[in-house]
């Protein structure tokens, strides 16, 4: 007589081995599947992209990529949005440097911060504006920036930013020239009620670069011009290691200008997101 007992058994246990087997398959495939991506990509937005483009030309169903680990959390597509350019929009957005948040304005395409860098530059030299009229250094960094020289200034903006250069000063002149006379370039730049005589050179920020006097240093340190004049540091160097050029505003005249001074000497700096 077959023990039927037995043999219905027998088969239990083979059906569970097979059903554990089929598990495993798919669990290994589930640890997989990256679509042949590089996990590292999550932390690279260019790499991200140029993938994405790769894959999307070999087959128009894979608008996103989808990241799957097993023993961790999915990235959902807010955070996927950070990679994007789309999700830092310039003028909503911040520079973050020392702890501390800069506004951006978007000038022309041009995406700047609008207030004077007040960070200490791990390069060159970093100070905050004293005279005997103006005698309070901390107050004059708050409201006015830190003045570097260009030894600071070149190292000071954060990883994915710039120092201005000719031709975004040359761009945003011609952009305050719609506004009037060229050669009165200068009043467009200005912050409003921030600068000397308004009521007969008027400061009306129109370019949106919300310029301030911020005054200038000599090689010394000795500080002059406060509240009567900004100057800029750009990345143009017109004599190798001995100068560069700095954008020039001045309370008692409406231009606006490029002009060199020595390495050596201190003046305020923005930041140009790359």
């Known amino acids: ?8 058994m027998n088969v239990l246990v083979g059906f569970r081995c ?16 990256y679509d042949n991506y590089d996990i590292e990509l999550m932390q690279d937005p260019t790499a991200l992209e140029s993938s994405s483009s790769e ?14 680990i097993i023993g961790g959390s999915s990235s959902s597509s807010s ?21 501390v948040e800069y506004e951006t304005v978007d000038i022309n395409g041009l995406c700047i ?6 960070y200490k530059a791990t390069a060159g030299k970093t100070i905050c504006y004293e005279d005997e009229d103006y005698p309070d250094k901390d107050a004059n960094c708050e409201k006015f920036g830190a ?11 954060p990883k994915g930013w710039r120092l201005l250069t000719d031709d975004d000063v040359n761009m945003m002149m011609k952009y ?13 730049f200005k912050a409003e009620g921030e600068w000397p005589d308004e009521d007969v050179l008027p400061a009306d920020n129109k370019v949106g670069f919300f310029g301030l006097p911020g005054g200038v240093a000599d090689e010394d340190g000795e500080c ?3 509240n009567r004049s900004g100057q800029w540091w750009t990345s143009h160097e017109l004599t190798k290691d001995l100068d560069h050029d700095v954008l020039v505003v001045l309370g008692d005249d409406d231009g606006a200008s490029l002009q060199a001074i020595d390495n050596k000497e201190f003046a305020s700096v923005r930041c140009v997101k790359e």
């Open 79 to 99: 955070e996927m949005e950070k990679y994007s350019s789309s999700a830092w929009p310039c003028g909503d957005s911040t520079m973050s440097r020392g702890g």
């Open 1 to 8: 007589m077959r023990n039927t007992k037995f043999e219905k």
């Open 18 to 33: 097979v059903l554990l087997a089929l598990v495993a398959s798919l669990a290994m495939t589930a640890c997989t599947v």
């Open 176 to 188: 305050a020239a719609q506004y009037g006379e060229k050669d009165e370039a200068g009043q467009h």
């Open 55 to 68: 894959a999307s030309s070999s087959s128009k169903e894979k608008d996103t990529i989808a990241v799957i």
């Open 113 to 118: 911060t609008k207030k004077n860098l007040n």
């Open 147 to 157: 003045l570097y020289n260009y030894a600071a200034a070149a190292t000071v903006c």
């Open 224 to 226: 002059y011009l406060l």
